[in-house]
């Protein structure tokens, strides 16, 4: 989603300031995606450029602009509706993109990344399932419930893959042979340990017959 078309969403409703356009954004997505007054207002310049809203009448008192949609912004709302949202334009998944760089990155400890990111996504959780629970059935209240159920869902769907990531580092690990410098650290470390003052000398090899070399 784009701020553009939320704000062009909100305006639909009626004309109305920034000030009072990101109070109600706030409102009907649950504060999950927090917005300046900055960005409300350098959204509407540009929706405004673009002839997809007006200023509707002169400033008020306290000098605040308010702005209505146009009917070339309606048909771009009504086009935003009928349209699915593009996977291409999601944004980057950047925990994905931080276990690819962990498994091939020296010295990572991948199961402990895993680990703090499941343990971070369930606290989130668990605070989700607190405002869930507190949360009218009422119509005022339906649209933020739905962003909660949305986010819910989420994070439950990462909690699996995060487990599933755990599964397969572990089973990579466990089929992954030796290193060399590995294999060459114990041989050195058994040949100190055979060699150590107090350590008992080897055998001699017996001669033919029963005799000593």
């Not at 504060?31 to 009448?57: F, I, K």
């Not at 599964?167 to 294999?183: D, F, G, L, N, Q």
């Amino acid at each position: 989603m784009s701020i553009r078309h939320g704000l062009l969403a909100l305006l639909e409703r009626g004309p109305s300031h920034g000030y009072h356009l990101r109070a109600e954004f706030d409102a009907a997505t649950g504060a999950t995606w927090p917005l300046n007054v900055g960005q409300v207002y350098s959204t509407l310049d540009r929706l405004e450029r673009d002839g997809l809203v007006a200023q509707d009448g002169p400033p008020d008192a306290d000098g605040r602009i308010a702005y209505r949609i146009t009917d070339v912004g309606q048909a771009e709302l009504r086009g935003w509706f009928a349209s699915p949202v593009s996977a291409k334009g999601a944004p980057r998944d950047e925990l994905a993109i931080k276990l690819a760089l962990a498994v091939t990155t020296p010295g990572v400890d991948v199961l402990r990344v895993v680990q703090t990111q499941r343990t971070a996504t369930m606290t989130g959780l668990q605070e989700l399932t607190r405002l869930k629970a507190r949360a009218d059935d009422g119509p005022g209240d339906l649209a933020w419930s739905l962003v909660l159920d949305s986010l819910v869902f989420r994070s439950e769907a990462e909690i699996r893959w995060l487990d599933h990531c755990e599964a397969r580092v572990a089973r990579a690990a466990a089929r992954r042979p030796a290193t060399p410098t590995a294999t060459a650290t114990a041989t050195a470390t058994a040949t100190a340990s055979a060699t150590a003052p107090g350590a008992p000398a080897p055998a001699a090899d017996a001669a033919p017959g029963g005799g000593r070399r």
